[in-house]
């Protein structure tokens, strides 16, 4: 298969005030929170009982999608974590599979990055991709397009990215 789709798990959102009492958003990066599958770290999932379970990607695809877990069911509602995942568009991921004697590398660009936007429920996305014979980013959202810069949509709520490998 040329796709991999990856689900991602953000930690819980700490949010705290600065010396100005504005809330400061947490961020993590995307390379902490892919760790999930290098085969290492325990997950607890429940499904329909909790299970401990260990992820590992065992081989590279030429397309990557990576679902970011933003929204939590509790009880009545469904909650977003605000947490901002901290990536580059260039050079993102370096992703490695351990071989018999060495490892295979690969890195991945981004080229379309999906931003819910609101809230749960009622909010809108918008998506970011490349065009990439130029080299430019164009943002959509419904029938409204526009160029933008990659450094505007590495500050939004990321739902959803889609890399390619590089050759």
């Known amino acids: 298969m040329p796709f991999l789709m990856l689900g991602l798990d953000l930690p819980p959102p700490h949010l705290s005030k600065d ?3 504005k809330n400061i958003i947490p961020q993590v990066r995307l390379s902490n929170i892919l760790k999930k599958f290098e085969g290492e770290t325990v997950t607890e999932v429940v499904r329909p009982r909790i299970a401990r379970m260990r992820y590992r990607v065992t081989r590279l695809p030429q397309y990557l999608t990576l679902h970011i877990q933003r929204f939590t069911k509790n009880n009545l509602f469904v909650e977003k974590n605000p947490t901002l995942v901290d990536f580059r568009v260039k050079d993102n991921i370096p992703l490695s599979i351990p071989e ?6 690969s890195k991945y660009d981004l080229i379309a990055n999906i931003v819910h936007d609101s809230k749960p429920g009622e909010g809108s996305y918008r998506i970011f991709v490349q065009r990439k014979s130029e080299e430019l980013w164009h943002e959509m959202q419904d029938l409204h ?3 933008t810069l990659p450094q505007m949509f590495a500050l ?3 739902y959803m990215q889609i890399y390619e ?3």
């Open 19 to 21: 010396v100005m009492e």
């Open 165 to 167: 490998q590089q050759q």
């Open 145 to 147: 397009v526009s160029e």
């Open 156 to 158: 939004s709520e990321t």
């Open 100 to 105: 018999e004697n060495e490892s295979l590398r």
